[in-house]
């Protein structure tokens, strides 16, 4: 597997390229998670994207895991819409925007409370207007029955792009 350097990662708020990582099993998918974990606390959204089956779930349970939290709960909220994992070091909070479709409207679940409260995970994130929280980004790409690519973007990454840089920024 292609595991990003923890290193890397504890830098994730100032770091303005996407890691890519391969992993070649489920296993490896939820210790990408868990790596990410060490670096995440309260107040960190990810928006995760990919097609059905992917792993967004699997990285979840990952990242639960990194979080000292039990894992054996970890489902996908598609037909609840939201988790709450509050076992561990940090609360995480698991939505799905699948079922709610492109367009779909968080307000009542009240984001900025969910955030003060801990991590914010929302698979399907593309479907939700998540930029003001400036979430790190999740892509999975399916590339075999078992191996996937994950694009992790991290927030300045979506932000200082080459168009969008502010003179005076790197």
Known sequence: MGMVDLTLLADLRNAVQPFVVETSSAQETQEVGARLASVLGAGDLLALNGELGAGKTTFVRGLVAGMDARTDVVRSPTFVLHHRYASGRVVVHHLDCYRLGDGADLSLLDLDWLLSTGIVVVE???????ARFRPVQ????TIDDSRR?????????NTLSPGNRREGSR
Not at 138 to 141: G, L, S
Not at 149 to 157: G, K, N, S
Request: proline share 10%; glycine share 4%.
């Open 138 to 141: 999740v892509e999975f790409d």
């Open 124 to 130: 399907w994130g593309s479907y939700a207007d998540l």
């Open 149 to 157: 690519r994950l694009v992790i973007t991290p927030p300045r990454a």
